[in-house]
């Protein structure tokens, strides 16, 4: 077995600054300012590899909610995250689940993943047929957990995520972490919904 002894690890490109500083002790110093020892000393710069996690957001929406459809696609309160990605080229892996049903008066009901102004995660177009990234189960006094899982390349910058409501009609209701008969009985239930994000090394 052998043993490479060496203090300093740097880039053929760097004239001056060490990459890696190992010292006596076991530790190492990345660039200026990451020092990793046995305590843990939480870094400003990390090593990473192909996916890896790097950052972990979520919003949690523990209220309920209720809607009447007026044909736009809507935020649900609650449902919305934001990320500021560490690198262009990562990817931001969405995870949603929501509690949700649309009690009897259904009418095409979805949800959608949206990025900013723009739908993710969505069929492709089909005539006439509503499109959204899951279909919100019909007729059913108790909700549902629909889940949508969507792996997303934003780019640079920060970027807010939602999950939306929306039906073409103007009559239907949804309602969200409860069922369409809410009596103040241990027969009903609230529920949770959540949308967590992941950025993911690319």
């Known amino acids: 077995m052998s043993t490479i002894k060496t203090t300093n690890i740097t880039h053929g490109s760097n004239s001056s600054t060490a990459n890696f500083v190992l010292t006596s002790g076991g530790d190492v110093t990345v660039g200026n300012d990451l020092t990793v020892t046995d305590t843990l000393t939480v870094p400003t710069k990390k090593l990473v590899c192909p996916g890896m996690i790097v950052q972990v957001l979520q ?6 909610y209720t809607r009447t459809s007026d044909g736009t696609s809507t935020t649900i309160p609650g449902l919305s995250q934001a990320i500021t990605m560490t690198a262009a080229s990562n990817k931001v892996f969405c995870m949603a689940q929501v509690q949700v049903t649309c009690g009897g008066n259904y009418g095409g009901h979805v949800l959608n993943l949206a ?8 069929a492709e177009s089909n005539g006439s047929r509503t499109l959204g990234s899951v279909c919100v189960t019909a007729n059913s006094n108790y909700p549902h957990s629909h889940v949508i899982n969507y792996l997303d390349t934003p780019g640079a910058g920060t970027h807010t995520y939602t999950v939306q409501d929306y039906d073409p009609s103007s009559s239907n209701v949804i309602y969200v972490n409860r069922p369409v008969t809410h009596d103040d009985d241990a027969g009903y239930q609230n529920t949770t919904s959540s949308l967590i994000l992941m950025e993911v090394v690319a």
Request: hydrophobic share 20%; proline share 0%.
């Open 59 to 64: 919003a949690f929406k523990d209220d309920t």
């Open 115 to 122: 990025r900013g102004s723009t739908k993710i995660s969505q």
